[in-house]
């Protein structure tokens, strides 16, 4: 699984946050790992220096094996609330997903088997 960073031109690239994102989504996603292909970060203040409410943006773009990319986009106070959003998000997203796969698998009651749709 690749991970990515990227900041815009607002957002120190060694602030805390983007510096572990790395690590922390490799923990996060773990499980995941097998079907990940790669993960890119994109951190972004939409007001540059001036403050505001919900002004930072973290979005998160999974590559998974054979679908889709998916995105999700978060926005908070602060890099580290609005990347926490953001992962707290793609993680319960990935689930819906692969929980629905593995739901394609049932029991037939005939034959004491199991069948895919």
Do not use: W
């Not at 989504?25 to 790669?38: A, K, P």
């Not at 919900?54 to 908070?76: H, Q, S, Y």
């Amino acid at each position: 699984m690749l991970i990515l960073t990227h900041t815009d031109n607002h957002v120190d690239a060694n602030d805390p946050v983007v510096r572990l994102a790395k690590s922390d989504l490799e923990r996060s996603l773990e499980r995941y790992s097998r079907e990940i292909t790669r993960i890119e970060v994109h951190f972004q203040d939409a007001n540059a220096d001036k403050t505001g409410a919900n002004d930072k943006r973290c979005m998160l773009e999974v590559r998974l094996r054979g679908f889709d990319p998916m995105a999700v986009t978060t926005t908070g106070a602060t890099l580290t609330a609005a990347y926490h959003g953001a992962r707290d998000t793609l993680a319960r997203t990935l689930e819906r997903r692969f929980s629905k796969l593995r739901q394609t698998v049932r029991h037939n009651p005939f034959d004491g088997s199991e069948n895919v749709r």
